[in-house]
């Protein structure tokens, strides 16, 4: 057990809707990254919240947004959803700073979000 | 821009030696990853290695790491079915501080 928890672990829903993903970080941990993992992309780094703040940027669309509640939870909204969407989410959580040991992520089990 | 690659596959024998193998481009991580998936299951931390090391060991695992060619190896001992699994490689983005990996390599055990 990483110690990161994600919620739900499946979801399946129309194109068109919105859903969204929930993490908890590991007890004492202030980043919170999501990634996105599909067959044809592998596993792709979206957002990073550190402390409530936005990070650091990666291959997210507009679509999809996120936030860090003052909990240090955080949240992914994916909207306006389209069939290739569909991939397993994950969260991860790290002690915090760039570059170091603090970079040491430990994952959730990740949400499968089917678009159907 | 930042790229970390990987052969796709591995099959080995039970009680063989796996080596998986990875290349980096960027030469400013300080740390290098190696997680591990099993089928159905989140990204586990295995071990990492520090970039001013060149060889790191924990039970059955070696790392060894070429900073020069900017090559990342994986060594299972003694490899059991239980270690069938889908390894990846990932360096930390200095600038960022998220982690960029490898498309994963699958490895099979043969009984």
């Known amino acids: 057990d990483s110690g990161v928890t994600q919620t739900p672990k499946h979801l399946i829903t129309a194109t068109g809707q919105r859903v969204t993903l929930r993490c908890s970080p590991r007890s004492g941990d202030l980043s919170v990254y999501w990634y996105q993992q599909s067959l044809d992309q592998g596993l792709q780094f979206l957002i990073q919240y550190y402390n409530g703040e936005e990070r650091a940027k990666g291959n997210i669309l507009e679509r999809f947004s996120a936030q860090q509640f003052p909990d240090l939870h955080s949240e992914l909204n994916l909207s306006s959803l389209e069939l290739g969407d569909s991939a397993l989410y994950f969260c991860?959580?790290?002690?915090?700073?760039?570059?170091?040991?603090?970079?040491?992520?430990?994952f959730g089990q990740g949400t499968r979000l089917t678009v159907v | 821009g930042e790229d970390v690659e990987q052969s796709l596959f591995l099959s080995v024998r039970e009680g063989d030696s796996s080596v998986i193998n990875c290349t980096y481009t960027d030469s400013s991580s300080t740390y290098l990853y190696w997680y591990k998936q099993e089928p159905g299951a989140g990204l586990q931390l295995l071990t990492y290695?520090?970039?001013?090391?060149d060889m790191k060991q924990d039970q059955r695992l070696t790392v060894l790491l070429n900073k020069k060619d900017k090559h990342l190896s994986l060594r299972i001992a003694d490899t059991q079915t239980g270690d069938s699994a889908i390894y990846f490689c990932?360096?930390?983005?200095?600038?960022?501080?998220?982690?960029?990996f490898g498309k994963g390599t699958k490895l099979s055990v043969k009984p």
């Open positions: 991860a959580s790290s002690a915090g700073g760039t570059g170091g040991r603090d970079t040491e992520a430990f």
């Open positions: 990932a360096e930390t983005d200095p600038g960022q501080g998220n982690l960029i």
């Open positions: 290695i520090f970039s001013n090391m």
